[in-house]
Structures are given as structure tokens and as C-alpha cells.
């Protein structure tokens, strides 16, 4: 008979065992923890051996000046009914009006669709599950770092082993470094590229905590593109057991023409090869048919181009627990999101606006 209780501090390594994402490592936990963010483990247990882990954080509800919560479950296991379980017991005893889940449950793109996905989302509709508004993509680009350089170089698009010749041409210096001052560089460089994009960032303070988390975990790596003795674009690269994954990435506007972006992405699949890791997940795609108009789309179009696969994850769903409450949170979650959106584009339309929109948010 399993037994479902939070996991101790003590039990972290068997924990870790279990889980196969960052996001759900003991780390991040700590990490979270340290922005902030109530995280919970629990565990199910047959006698004192620990069968699956999962860790959730817990967020108020801005909107309502209650004890209500929201319980999120990011890039957990293939969803099953101990989980479901465990975890509407957990949001009970928390009062959180849903858990949300974005399970780490992929498959290729063109496997996937209805038919891959088809009975795990049936099962999750007849439990009081819904669909929930994604925090990640639906989809993500995917290397096997188990094929060798030839062939990985074979898969890329044809400019873009031209563009990594050219990086190589002009000399671009790849060097993976933890010092502070790399990884102040790196915050200038991602403050920089958000204020251009227009894209939303956490602040520093959560790269900070992130990183002193982390990196002596051995799971964060920083890497600098550099060229005529300046750091053009800097990568915080994650690893967890055999998988590596780009989730940060910040670059200059100067000297664009050297291509840094591509000798980075060229290094960092030769590390994973090296660090024994078997895949290298780009942290998310546009899918199958990108709309070119879309913000991301340069970032897509780069990606694609070194010939990733692309993947394809089961969804986001709500598993509700208070049926009065949620449609009142969801709705002030979309307005809250149509605000952002707004906010995004008057910054675009009136620049001048900008320091205003900023310190509103």
C-alpha cells in the first residue's frame, strides 16, 4: 500500500533519483525557495522506499485578497491516478483553487497529435481535469547528442553550417566561465536584450539566486561568445542526468555579422557530448507551422536551422478543485495576460512611455 506524505530534507538523493527534469530537481526547489516561492515534495512511499516524487510550488491569487492558492506542477511524470490523488489531497489541505500540471510528456512531432495523446487526456478530462493556459510551449527542438558531429553537421540547414563558418572564420572564441565577472556580463547582456525585444524576463535578483543555486550543484554552465576581446552573447546552460537544456540566452547588437550565436550553439552540443548527456532540449519551438510574424520566430528559425527534432508535449491541463472559484481566477488570469500583451505593444508604439509601463508592472 503506497502512503503519501511531504519528503524530508534527508531523502533528497532518493528524490532526485526519481525526478527526470531541473524543474523538478531538489535544487530548483532551493532555488525557488530562495526567490520566495513555497515548494513542496511529496512523495508516495511503499514502507520507506520513496516510488515516485513530485515537487509543486504554491502562488497567491493577486486578485483575491483571500488564503487562496494555486498550486503549479511543472514538468512532472506521465500523469496517472495516485498522482491526481496525492495531489487534490495536497491542494485541499493548501486551499488552492487548481493544480496546474504541464507534464514533461513528449513525443516527435509527427507521432504526436491526437492519436499519441489521446487516451492520457481522455483520462484527464473524466478527472476533473481541464485545459489550462501553457507557461511553456506546446512544443520544444530536441538534439540526440548520441549521433556523432558529422552527422549532426549533416542534419543542419545549409546556411546555417555557412553561418558557423563564418563564426569559425572569424575567429569566435567560445569559453565556458563561472567567474562573477562572467556572470555579471551575462546579466547586462540579458537586461540589454530584454529592454530590446520587448520580451518579458525575470529580473536579476532571480538569475542571481538561480545561479548561486545551482552552479555548485554542478547543473548551471555559463558560456561566452567572444570576438575582438568583447563578450557578444552569453548562454546559462542547465544539465540534469544525461540531458542538457538551453533555457537563458542573452547577446549584443555589435558585430551581429561574426555570427556568435551559432558557435555557441555549435559548443554547447559538443559540451553535452562531452558531459555524457544523450539529449539537448532548446527550451521550446513555435511548432510545426510558425507563423513568421510572430516575435519568436527569428529564435525559432535559428534553432530549426541545426536540424533538432521537433517534439511535441501532451499539453497543459487544470485539475480543478474548487469549481465556484475557478472560473473567476481564470478569468482574471486572462485579463491579466490581455494587460501584459497591451502593455508590450504601447512600449513598441510610444517608446517614450516606456519607464512608466515598467515600473506599472
Known sequence: MLITREVLPEEKEAFNQLVDHPLQSWEWGEFREKTGVEVVRIGAFEGKKIKAAYQITLHPIPFLQTDWKVIYFPKGPMPDQPMLSALKDLASEKKAVFVRLEPDVGAAAQLAGETRFETIKNFLLTHNCRPGRPLFTHYTLRFDLKKSEKQILTGMKEKTRYNLGLAEKYG?????????????????????????????????NYHRKLWETLEPAGMAHLFQAQYQK???????????????????????????????????????????QKKGCTSFDLWGSLGPKPNSKDPWYGFHRFKSGFGPELVEFLGTFDLII????????????????????????????????????????
Do not use: C
Not at 488570469?333 to 517608446?351: A, I, T, V
Open 172 to 204: 569566435v572564441r567560445i569559453v565556458k566561465d563561472h567567474s562573477l565577472e562572467a556572470f555579471e556580463t551575462y546579466l547586462k547582456l540579458m537586461q540589454t536584450t530584454t529592454q530590446r525585444q520587448g520580451f518579458y524576463a525575470h529580473n536579476q
Open 230 to 272: 568583447k563578450t557578444l552573447a552569453a548562454w546559462l546552460l542547465l544539465t540534469f542526468k544525461k540531458n542538457l537544456y538551453y533555457p537563458y540566452g542573452a547577446s549584443s547588437r555589435e558585430h551581429r555579422e561574426v555570427m556568435p550565436a551559432y558557435a555557441l550553439m555549435w559548443e554547447a552540443i559538443k559540451f553535452g
Open 322 to 361: 474548487n469549481q465556484q472559484l475557478y472560473p473567476l481566477v481564470r478569468l482574471g488570469e486572462n485579463m491579466r495576460w490581455r494587460f501584459l500583451r497591451l502593455k508590450s505593444k504601447l512600449k513598441d508604439k510610444f517608446p517614450l512611455i516606456k519607464p512608466f509601463l515598467r515600473s506599472s508592472g
